[in-house]
């Protein structure tokens, strides 16, 4: 009993001990006469615990800073330093309500290095010091608070602080630290736009590096709208006439933070519990089109996804305009931007005036999914259009829900298109330079729709009148327009006659029939594959090839497809449209482009394959520009996907197969730049124990 006695004395001598030391070295104010101090590892926290305000280093350097740092979470995130640029050398310091009832910070020499530095009256100099529960440091006097962090801070935006809108004063308001282990004032700051609508802009030195994009009341229109609505941000009135940013996250039991880091990128941050570290949920610039104005004046920035880690911008003028200087652009170097073709009609009137030459009007291009240009005033009309034409300074305007009509002046700057969000951006253009000649008459206009309408009335009379005469294939009546409901086998003499006659060739080909029989392959109807390819129009012509075009169209489904069209003089042509469906249909290998079926109507002879949207790797190795955007790990991976379906053709597919036509312009590129070996009209099959194959005809290049 006496020793049970004894061990519960000294877990309680024990138990006291460090509760004693907890209140020695954490207190919960500091009122003059208390003192922090660095030796004596004493730190300031906040009535939950959930911020500590303290000394701190790094490590294999004696210099030390006041900050506040995250006292519940592990790792210490600092969000607050005092004296960032005056370090205190050694465990020397303290931290202490001055006689003038200011905050200090001092050094071993009873020195001050860091203050408050607010008037406080003299008969009213009872000041107090206090963190809160959300990271905000705050000096009290007779109640009244004279001074806090939140209002003082470093480089870290925090939920709750207020962000003044308007004037140079409040613009760069965080600055960030010089490096990872140096948290004295860095090269890039951050802040909302002082010269015009509310955005966030990062600056480097003076030089703007990166912008959120407008404020509309609801998000910011230059980020996708995921990230936007991920930063939890208002804008509010003051009360005084004045308005203010705060920032809080939609999950209000969040623990998130916006920071300007030392390499100029803002960053938004989020605590995964689960993980036990902080998440990076969004970047700004995220990728090179993001960075201010990387294309110059005239000119929109496209990213080129070459896989989620390599994100290549691409820079192009906007119609009616060319590269200011093209030898440069050309190389890649796309800063000085992209000057106008042809002067608008203010400019023109001025060189023509007195000739008797007539002056069109200028017009406006439309592009959609845009990041509007900087600098961008906001007019009180309803008619925006109106307003920017009758402007011969105006040189764009866009319509914008939550922020009314927005016109630019002089050269549009830092330009992208977007993959998501984003608004239509109106561009003024020369007479010339526009589709519809630049007639922004509204009565031209209706006039243009009456007359469009009569045409499109005598275009489907005619397309009436031709399907009339059309000899449809009997099994190509489709469900859903295009493709076949009862698709057919590929050499199926009971299903198509018109087939069964011209794949009734060679002896070559009746080998390859018999080791080809039996798979369904889709039969699409031609007339509404023409449709599809706007009628084998020119604008959707993708190339052209030994045996005929190539086209790019679209299902009704909203499915890309490209067409190749037989040509009609070519004298090799019928065979290898034969070979190719033969062979394509029976082969299945990712690095092979897939055949998704024909079309066959009298002379028309069709092969419909799945759309290649980087097209050939031809256009990325002999463009000086596009090279660039194949670095040498990407071609090595081509150089491997191409080896490896070459490997499938020759030696581990059911048939033994040459393609005697591989070149770069026939290795087409899909939208992660997967490469895919196309057009085997060319290709010769050999016999399961067949080494050699002769043959009379010149192929390949």
Not at 395 to 405: E, I, S
Not at 626 to 648: D, G, M, N, V
Request: aromatic share 10%.
């Amino acid at each position: 009993m006496a020793a049970a006695m004894m061990i519960s004395f000294y877990l309680f001598l024990f138990s006291f001990h460090n509760l004693f030391s907890l209140a020695a070295s954490s207190k919960i104010r500091i009122t003059q006469g208390v003192t922090i101090r660095d030796k004596e590892h004493e730190t300031l926290v906040s009535e939950e615990l959930n911020f500590a305000m303290g000394f701190f280093s790094f490590d294999n350097s004696s210099s030390r800073y006041v900050g506040i740092w995250y006292d519940n979470i592990p790792g210490s995130e600092v969000i607050w330093v005092a004296n960032r640029d005056k370090p205190i050398n050694g465990t020397v310091g303290a931290i202490t309500i001055a006689n003038d009832g200011n905050l200090v910070v001092l050094d071993g020499a009873m020195n001050h290095v860091w203050s408050t530095n607010v008037s406080i009256d003299d008969n009213n100099k009872n000041s107090s010091a206090t963190l809160r529960d959300d990271g905000n440091l705050v000096l009290t006097c007779e109640r009244k608070e004279v001074w806090q962090s939140f209002e003082n801070p470093t480089d870290t935006y925090m939920p709750g602080m207020k962000v003044s809108v308007g004037g140079l004063s409040t613009s760069h308001v965080f600055t960030s630290w010089k490096s990872a282990t140096d948290p004295s004032k860095g090269n890039y700051t951050m802040g909302v736009d002082p010269e015009g609508l509310p955005q966030i802009v990062v600056w480097e030195g003076e030089k703007r590096r990166w912008r959120s994009g407008y404020w509309d009341g609801r998000m910011f229109q230059g980020l996708s709208i995921a990230a936007s609505y991920l930063y939890g941000f208002t804008l509010n009135g003051d009360g005084k006439g004045g308005r203010y940013f705060i920032y809080n996250p939609l999950n209000g039991t969040d623990k998130v933070r916006f920071q300007i880091g030392w390499d100029g990128y803002e960053r938004e941050f989020r605590w995964n519990e689960d993980e036990k570290s902080w998440n990076e949920i969004q970047k700004g610039p995220f990728h090179e089109c993001d960075v201010y104005n990387k294309c110059g004046s005239f000119a929109a920035c496209d990213v080129l996804t070459l896989s989620p880690e390599d994100l290549v911008p691409v820079c192009t003028c906007i119609r009616g305009f060319e590269p200011k200087h093209k030898d440069q652009w050309d190389k890649g170097n796309w800063s000085g931007g992209c000057t106008r073709m042809t002067p608008l009609k203010a400019q023109r009137i001025n060189v023509t005036s007195g000739t008797g030459v007539s002056v069109g009007e200028d017009g406006f291009l439309d592009r959609k999914s845009m990041k509007l240009p900087d600098f961008a005033l906001v007019v009180g009309t309803n008619d925006c259009d109106r307003e920017c034409f009758s402007n011969d300074s105006c040189t764009a305007y866009a319509n914008v829900n939550g922020l009314g009509c927005m016109v630019w002046h002089g050269d549009l700057v830092d330009i992208q298109h977007l993959e998501s969000g984003g608004n239509t951006l109106y561009i003024r253009l020369a007479h010339s330079d526009l589709d519809d000649g630049g007639k922004t008459n509204r009565i031209v206009i209706i006039s243009t729709v009456v007359a469009g309408l009569i045409c499109l009335g005598i275009f489907v009379w005619l397309v009436w009148r031709f399907k009339a005469k059309l000899k449809v294939l009997p099994t190509v009546s489709s469900v859903s327009c295009c493709k076949s409901s009862n698709v057919l086998p590929v050499f199926d003499e009971n299903k198509s006659r018109e087939m069964s006659a011209e794949f009734s060739g060679s002896a070559d080909l009746t080998l390859e029939g018999n080791q080809l029989s039996g798979p369904e392959f889709p039969v699409f109807n031609f007339s509404c594959i023409s449709i599809a390819t706007n009628n084998f129009s020119e604008e959707n012509k993708l190339g052209q090839g030994g045996f005929g075009p190539v086209y790019k169209g679209k299902l009704p489904g909203g499915e890309q497809i490209a067409v190749k069209r037989l040509s009609r003089r070519s004298g090799q042509g019928l065979e290898e449209f034969k070979n190719e469906m033969m062979l394509i249909a029976k082969l299945q290998h990712r690095n092979l482009v897939r055949l998704m079926g024909c079309s066959i109507q009298g002379e028309e002879k069709l092969l419909v394959y799945e759309y290649m949207p980087n097209k050939s790797l031809d256009c990325f190795l002999f463009d000086p520009v596009k090279q660039t955007q194949l670095p040498w790990t990407r071609r090595f991976e081509i150089i491997e996907s191409i080896a490896r379906a070459l490997l499938y053709l020759h030696r581990d597919s059911r048939l033994r197969i040459i393609h005697r036509d591989l070149k770069a312009s026939n290795i087409l590129l899909d939208e992660n730049m997967n490469p895919k070996i196309s057009d085997f009209g060319l290709a010769r099959i050999f016999g399961g124990n067949q080494n050699e194959a002769n043959t009379n005809r010149v192929v390949g290049t």
